[in-house]
Nanobody
Framework: EVQLVESGGGLVQAGGSLRLSCATS????????IIWFRQTPGKEREGVSC????????YYADSVKGRFTISSDNAKHTVYLQMNILKPEDTAVYHC?????????????????WGQGTQVTVSS
């Protein structure tokens, strides 16, 4: 059974940092790329970063480029999202999903697997 479990969210002041974790199970690192996306009520899902299963290439949405870093620890089956210089507009529930990376601003969620999410709140 494919599972993705996010953790690491919290409340932080603007300019601060958080590191999110996505623990995966039920598949190997070569099966799926991992996408971090975020969602706020009333807004569409926004993909923020993706790490490719094929070659480890990383992709970032324009809104987070230069501030967020995605990485993976294959031994721990975990993907991380280091978020620096956080802004109030980064406030959202952050999810990780199994999918495909095509470009900085285009990811595909075709497999239908994602976690429950972790809340990130950035105060001004």
């Amino acid at each position: 059974e494919v599972q993705l479990v996010e953790s690491g969210g919290g409340l932080v002041q603007a300019g601060g940092s958080l590191r999110l974790s996505c623990a995966t199970s039920g598949f190997t690192k070569d099966d799926y790329s991992i996408i971090w996306f975020r969602q706020t009520p009333g807004k569409e899902r926004e993909g923020v970063s993706c790490i490719s299963s094929s070659d480890g290439s990383t992709y970032y949405a324009d809104s987070v480029k230069g501030r967020f870093t995605i990485s993976s620890d294959n031994a721990k089956h975990t993907v991380y999202l280091q978020m620096n210089i956080l802004k109030p507009e980064d406030t959202a529930v952050y999810h990780c999903a199994a999918g495909s990376c095509y470009s900085d601003n285009y990811y595909s969620y075709e497999y239908g697997y994602w976690g429950q999410g972790t809340q990130v709140t950035v105060s001004s």
